[in-house]
Each structure stands twice: as structure tokens, then as C-alpha cells.
């Protein structure tokens, strides 16, 4: 007999598949963004000493304001990132906890299988339980009657 909520149980192992793809796809998109404010990071290190070069040498005003200014967006922008970081591990927590719920969606799914397949043996242990107590009685009778 087959289990009727196979259907089901396939559709659910689908949706659990595919939330395991949207939390894959989270941390590439942390990664991704962890990658930028590591350049941003590298960038305003090479301004700090770029600006520090500005100083110690020949004072030109318009370089040194320049530089700072792009360093201040460079600044922005790591803000930015991080804020953007922040955002993504919150998606990353709603997307495990969506990908919990889906694993135990199909989990109970599959304890029914599980319980269905169960008792379905053990139907058939008591019908070849019959069948053997059948045979034995039948061999019995058929023993006694041929001994008369």
C-alpha cells in the first residue's frame, strides 16, 4: 500500500531543498558584501597614508582636501556596507529559521511515512501469522484424521 501523503512529503522536501538554496544564496550575498568592505577598508588605509605623505612633504591644500574628501566617502561608504552587512545577517537568521520550519514540516512527514510503513508490517506479519497457524492446523487435521 502506498502512503498517501507521499505527494506531500515530496513537496516538502522541495520547499526544504530550495530554502537551503535562499540561505546558500544569504551568505554569498554577506560574503559578497564582507568583500567590498574589505576593499573600502584597504582603500581608506592607502588614503591615511597617502594623507600622512601629503603632510610630511610639499603642503599643497587642494590634495590635502581631496584626499580627505574621498576619504570621507570612502568612510560613507564603509558605513554604508555595514549597515548592508547588518541587514543581510538578519536575512540569513529569517532564512535558517524558514529553513527550519521546512525541515520540520517534512520531519513530521516523515515519521508518518515512518508509522504508515511501520504498521503496514506489521499487517503483514499478522496475515502471514495467519497463514502459518492455517497451515499448521490444517497439517493437524489432516494428521489426526489420516491416523484414525
Not at 537551503?20 to 544569504?26: G, M, N, R, S, Y
Request: aromatic share 4%.
Amino acid at each position: 500500500m502506498k502512503f498517501r501523503l507521499e505527494s506531500i512529503l515530496s513537496l516538502k522536501k522541495n520547499v526544504e531543498q530550495m530554502k537551503k538554496k535562499e540561505l546558500a544564496d544569504a551568505y554569498a550575498q554577506k560574503d559578497v558584501l564582507i568583500s567590498k568592505k574589505d576593499l573600502l577598508v584597504t582603500e581608506d588605509e592607502k588614503l591615511d597614508k597617502q594623507l600622512k605623505a601629503e603632510i610630511s612633504g610639499n603642503i599643497n591644500p587642494l590634495n590635502i582636501s581631496h584626499v580627505s574628501n574621498y576619504k570621507r566617502n570612502v568612510n560613507k561608504s564603509i558605513d554604508k556596507v555595514e549597515k548592508e552587512i547588518e541587514g543581510a545577517e538578519k536575512n540569513i537568521l529569517e532564512k535558517q529559521q524558514n529553513l527550519v520550519d521546512a525541515m520540520k514540516a517534512r520531519k513530521i512527514l516523515d515519521n508518518l511515512k515512518e508509522m504508515h510503513f511501520q504498521k503496514e508490517m506489521e499487517e503483514f506479519r499478522q496475515e502471514e501469522q495467519k497463514l502459518i497457524d492455517e497451515i499448521v492446523g490444517y497439517r493437524y487435521i489432516i494428521t489426526t484424521e489420516g491416523g484414525e
